[in-house]
């Protein structure tokens, strides 16, 4: 951490900060120049509040300089995290995994219709909501139990993992035996009791970005589930809210680089939930890809036009061969292929 003084700050106000930072466990180097005087503060503390020390008298500005969080850093595992999951699947590693399948499990036949389409196009695990965090209390909640039933059904069937959502801690061992992945949705990225308690589970998470969350937030709420001992995570960037309106969230391409950087854990991309619509699904799964995203989640549909959620993102069934085949080709050209 940096602290610099103000120009005019007394001699017992630096003496004052140099004292906090010491308290604190910082190891203090001071220099002090003709103007200003400096701190450099180096310590492997990550639990303190910067505002602490800006509210000082005489501190001009604060700087840390090193990250909030530990487990999940780059630093931590510099060679990066592979989740290895069944059926030879794994993600972050050289292979591009495909997540597919509808917004929510509607019914045996819709599920099953949709989990043969996406399979032959070459889609490795099934997705679809058993359990629906809908913004309003009337739209359709989901099939709860029985979508879960069905899912690990039509994933037996087809040859394909599961991912589902869990929206709270009552649901975790109930999703148990039905899931491969448990996917935490943006509206709870930031529930640190569900995340808690997940870092207990010994199954894979797919954490997705919050609506207005920081890359930092996301990293920090990921920080919850590994300091708990849960190490089998993936993020996943769906799109943040901001000024534009011409999309339903925009897909912010460039968290995918920027999360290799910072740390280990694979990043997918969802470009259904991230632009809304499904003429722009397809170019944002090209764009991910190539800017090195581990895995790509799409919503599609048979009858998009019939379905109890997102019908209006949701891929037609030849929409989404046809991206399978466009992701097989971008692939390569960025050293992965597609799984
Ligand atoms: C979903 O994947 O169906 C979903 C609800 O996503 P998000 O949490 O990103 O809105
Ligand atoms: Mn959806």
């Given at each position: 951490m940096i602290v610099a003084m103000q120009e005019k700050a007394s001699e017992e106000q630096i003496q004052a900060v140099i004292e906090r930072l010491v308290e604190l466990g910082f190891e203090v180097h001071r220099s002090t120049g003709k103007l200003q005087t400096v701190l450099g503060a180096v310590g492997a503390?990550?639990?303190?509040?910067?505002r602490d020390l800006e509210v000082m008298d005489g501190v001009k500005e604060v700087h840390r300089i090193s990250s909030p969080y530990k487990l999940v850093a780059r630093s931590f595992r510099p060679e990066g995290t592979t989740v290895k999951l069944r059926n030879g699947v794994s993600i972050g590693g050289q292979d591009v995994v495909v997540m597919a399948g509808p917004c929510s499990v509607e019914s045996r036949e819709q599920l099953f219709t949709i989990a043969e389409i996406v399979s032959k196009a070459g889609a490795r695990i099934l997705r679809g909501g058993a359990f629906k965090p809908r913004t309003s209390p009337y739209s359709f909640q989901g099939l709860g139990e029985e979508g879960l039933k069905l899912l690990k059904e039509a994933g037996e069937k087809f040859g394909l993992l599961v991912i589902s959502e869990v929206m709270e801690i009552s649901q975790i061992p109930l999703m148990e035996p039905y899931v491969d992945i448990y996917q935490v949705g943006a509206r709870n990225m930031q529930n640190f009791n569900l995340l808690r308690e997940l870092g207990k589970a010994r199954k894979p998470v797919m954490l997705k970005r919050g609506i207005a969350a920081t890359i930092e937030e996301m990293l920090l709420s990921a920080e919850y589930m590994m300091a708990g001992g849960n190490y089998e995570l993936i993020l996943c960037e769906r799109g943040i809210r901001t000024f534009e309106t011409y999309t339903r969230n925009t897909l912010d391409i460039s968290a995918i680089p920027i999360v290799h950087k910072l740390s280990h854990l694979p990043i997918t991309a969802d470009p259904s939930h991230g632009t809304g619509r499904r003429d722009k699904v397809s170019p944002m799964a090209r764009a991910a890809v190539a800017a090195g995203a581990d895995a790509v989640i799409v919503e599609v549909h048979h009858q998009p036009d019939k379905a109890l959620s997102d019908g209006a993102q949701s891929l037609f069934p030849e929409q989404f061969s046809k991206l399978m085949d466009e992701l097989r080709m971008i692939a390569p050209a960025v050293g992965r292929k597609i799984a």
């Amino acid at each position: 951490m940096i602290v610099a003084m103000q120009e005019k700050a007394s001699e017992e106000q630096i003496q004052a900060v140099i004292e906090r930072l010491v308290e604190l466990g910082f190891e203090v180097h001071r220099s002090t120049g003709k103007l200003q005087t400096v701190l450099g503060a180096v310590g492997a503390r990550v639990d303190f509040d910067i505002r602490d020390l800006e509210v000082m008298d005489g501190v001009k500005e604060v700087h840390r300089i090193s990250s909030p969080y530990k487990l999940v850093a780059r630093s931590f595992r510099p060679e990066g995290t592979t989740v290895k999951l069944r059926n030879g699947v794994s993600i972050g590693g050289q292979d591009v995994v495909v997540m597919a399948g509808p917004c929510s499990v509607e019914s045996r036949e819709q599920l099953f219709t949709i989990a043969e389409i996406v399979s032959k196009a070459g889609a490795r695990i099934l997705r679809g909501g058993a359990f629906k965090p809908r913004t309003s209390p009337y739209s359709f909640q989901g099939l709860g139990e029985e979508g879960l039933k069905l899912l690990k059904e039509a994933g037996e069937k087809f040859g394909l993992l599961v991912i589902s959502e869990v929206m709270e801690i009552s649901q975790i061992p109930l999703m148990e035996p039905y899931v491969d992945i448990y996917q935490v949705g943006a509206r709870n990225m930031q529930n640190f009791n569900l995340l808690r308690e997940l870092g207990k589970a010994r199954k894979p998470v797919m954490l997705k970005r919050g609506i207005a969350a920081t890359i930092e937030e996301m990293l920090l709420s990921a920080e919850y589930m590994m300091a708990g001992g849960n190490y089998e995570l993936i993020l996943c960037e769906r799109g943040i809210r901001t000024f534009e309106t011409y999309t339903r969230n925009t897909l912010d391409i460039s968290a995918i680089p920027i999360v290799h950087k910072l740390s280990h854990l694979p990043i997918t991309a969802d470009p259904s939930h991230g632009t809304g619509r499904r003429d722009k699904v397809s170019p944002m799964a090209r764009a991910a890809v190539a800017a090195g995203a581990d895995a790509v989640i799409v919503e599609v549909h048979h009858q998009p036009d019939k379905a109890l959620s997102d019908g209006a993102q949701s891929l037609f069934p030849e929409q989404f061969s046809k991206l399978m085949d466009e992701l097989r080709m971008i692939a390569p050209a960025v050293g992965r292929k597609i799984a």
